[in-house]
């Protein structure tokens, strides 16, 4: 099935402001890429070619350690670019992107990027607020992992699942898990060792239960207490 790219584009921040005209000029130029699960689309510290598109799918993007264990910065979907960053500032990719899942995206090439942003300033403004929310999420990810421990970041992470994708039952808030304990980790900080006996303590505290993948916070203002919220 071929990839409508002009929408594709329009449905994009960074590009949903241009006019058709724009777009189709720009969606010519797009190469179609396609990413099977942990893919990686570029690494940290690669010279940056251009930006990314990301049409279906998500990408997480991520630094690794000497011992090889990932720590997640952030995750991204369909209507979100990536790499905005370098294809700016001239500097190397600044992390590690791969696909959470089969992924489809466009890709840009920087100067067509930076082309754009010069006849269209409306492109350099939104950059602007991408990279700004990225900076925050960055500040509030230093902030959790110098000052909240395994237990509370692994419940923040399990209200945002379960709020995303989960269910109101009689049992409480219900979601299937799909990660992995260690991929889990990678998104809190840890190790799926510690992850795994913060789940026990939780599971001991009663502020969730967890059959299989199966997960039910039966209080979720308890458990959002727990977390440090409010």
Avoid: W
């Amino acid at each position: 099935m071929q990839t409508d790219k002009t929408a594709a584009l329009k449905a994009a921040t960074l590009f949903g402001e241009l006019d058709e005209k724009t777009l189709g000029a720009l969606a010519a130029r797009a190469v179609e890429r396609r990413y099977a699960r942990d893919e990686i689309l570029f690494i940290a510290g690669e010279e940056a070619q251009g930006l990314y598109v990301i049409v279906e799918g998500s990408v997480r993007a991520f630094r690794e350690s000497v011992d090889g264990r990932e720590q997640i910065i952030h995750v991204e979907r369909a209507g979100a670019t990536i790499a905005e960053l370098p294809v700016f500032d001239d500097g190397p990719f600044p992390s590690t992107v791969a696909a959470e899942e089969e992924t489809l995206v466009l890709f840009i090439a920087k100067r067509d990027v930076r082309r754009l942003s010069l006849e269209h300033p409306e492109i350099a403004l939104a950059a602007l607020k991408v990279l700004a929310g990225r900076l925050r999420r960055c500040a509030e990810l230093v902030e959790a992992l110098s000052l909240s421990e395994v237990g509370q970041r692994l419940a923040r992470f399990l209200l945002a699942e379960a709020r995303a994708k989960g269910t109101r039952t009689g049992q409480g808030l219900q979601v299937e898990l799909t990660y992995t304990n260690q991929q889990i980790a990678a998104r809190v900080g840890s190790v799926r060792e510690v992850v795994s006996r913060a789940f026990t303590r939780l599971q001991l505290d009663g502020l969730l239960r967890l059959e299989g993948r199966s997960l039910v916070i039966p209080e979720e203002s308890a458990l959002a207490v727990f977390a440090g919220e409010g």
